[in-house]
């Protein structure tokens, strides 16, 4: 038999129509983790739609997936030259570590959830995230004054956006790019850096999530390497485009996207594997 046949997740079969839907995801949600950070989010929302998986499968599948884009995107972004920086490396390694705790905790937390309540809570934070995006695309939320991250005060701030990220990341196995990518403009970090330290920071969330997950027995190693695949081809291309396009309508696109996939999980309309 081949790959195709025999692919099983919690003991029913998934048709060729539905990995190639999930392919396509990863492909989709990769590109738009180097573009404009939030993006493997797509990832963990189909994972938990489309697939009859407990929440801790969900967020620990999706963690063990985004350690390897987050290896790729910071080693793309150092190519670049925004990781180049000495301060750019501070920052990231400051923004990182604060995370670790969060990342750990998040994937405790996760074991006291249900499926309904996993729900909501991806919803509103998948909502909350659109409405950020959003917002700053249509009222200039980015500051007047860029964000010194070499100064004390930045790197303060890098430790508090750090563990603002870490937490959900790991909760419900999103990474970091999608919360700390918006969240590091805010605060007036260049689009392109913010993006870059937010690679950096996804390997050790979702590292110390996947090793909490692992430890749970809920990470699916062989979902996780066939999706990782594309995910990564579609990280590789995202950072290629990011350098030579304009991601505006592409960020308006998105956040609206996340907007009703927000109200559409809070509401109910999921149902895992339906």
Avoid: H
Avoid at 121 to 137: A, D, E, K, M, S
Avoid at 153 to 177: H, S
Avoid at 180 to 209: K, Y
């Amino acid at each position: 038999m081949s790959l195709l046949t025999t692919f099983f997740i919690a003991g029913t079969s998934v048709s060729t129509a539905l990995l190639v839907l999930l392919i396509v995801i990863a492909l989709i949600g990769g590109f738009c983790i180097t573009t404009i950070g939030p993006g493997g989010i797509f990832v963990t929302i189909s994972l938990f739609v489309l697939l009859p998986l407990d929440p801790g499968t969900v967020a620990g599948t999706a963690s063990a997936m985004f350690i390897a884009t987050g290896i790729l995107g910071s080693l793309g972004y150092l190519q670049s030259g925004q990781l180049k920086r000495k301060e750019a490396l501070k920052a990231a390694m400051v923004l990182s570590l604060t995370s670790i705790a969060g990342a750990y905790a998040g994937s405790e937390i996760n074991k006291l959830l249900d499926t309904a309540t996993f729900a909501v809570i991806l919803g509103l934070f998948v909502f909350v995230t659109g409405f950020i995006i959003l917002y700053r695309q249509y009222n200039e939320l980015a500051p007047d004054k860029r964000l010194d991250i070499d100064s004390a005060k930045g790197l303060i701030w890098m430790g508090a956006v750090g563990i603002a990220v870490g937490l959900p990341g790991g909760l419900l196995g999103v990474g970091g790019p999608v919360l700390a990518v918006p969240l590091l403009v805010v605060l007036g970090a260049p689009m392109l850096l913010s993006v870059a330290l937010a690679q950096v920071q996804s390997i050790f969330i979702s590292g110390m999530a996947t090793v909490g997950y692992t430890l749970q027995g809920a990470v699916d190693w062989v979902l996780a390497g066939i999706l990782v695949v594309p995910l990564l081809i579609g990280t590789a291309t995202g950072w290629y485009f990011a350098q030579r396009i304009q991601v505006k309508r592409l960020k308006v696109a998105l956040a609206l996207v996340l907007l009703a996939l927000g109200i559409y999980l809070m509401t109910g309309g999921a149902t895992p594997g339906g």
